[in-house]
């Protein structure tokens, strides 16, 4: 019978099992990947599970699953200038609703209609332009969860 000793100095990070008689940890802290890190192919079909965006103390986003429902959040918080400036999207003055694209009343302006992919860039695009944090973890379809923190 080997005895082994380890000293876990914050215990909080573990989950505690006892599978056979035998104490079982494990890590339950998030591993965070940087943007260069993502394979954007992954992001096809994937789940939001968390995003929360803030710019300081202010919230511009959270608790949305949509990635469009996201940007337009963070669109919301911008002027029409920075955004026609910054933005890698087409947009219409007039009112557009069809498979090239949607109609954004709080803005009142329609928007090109890009894949996930697409969108999910110019989320992290406008991120970065306007300096807000971001916090969010996704379920890709492989089952495999990421999180990603950009402050």
Known sequence: MNNLLCKISNNNYFNKLTIYRKLVLMNTS??????????????????????IIKRENEIISINRTKYKKILIDIWKSMTMRQILKNSEFNFKLSYENNQKFSWCEDLNISFQNKDTKETFKEILNMVKINKLSINLSIKLKTNKIIHLKIE
């Open 30 to 51: 998030k591993h965070y990947i940087t943007e260069n890190e993502i394979n954007i192919n992954e992001i096809t079909d994937s789940i939001i599970l968390k995003c």
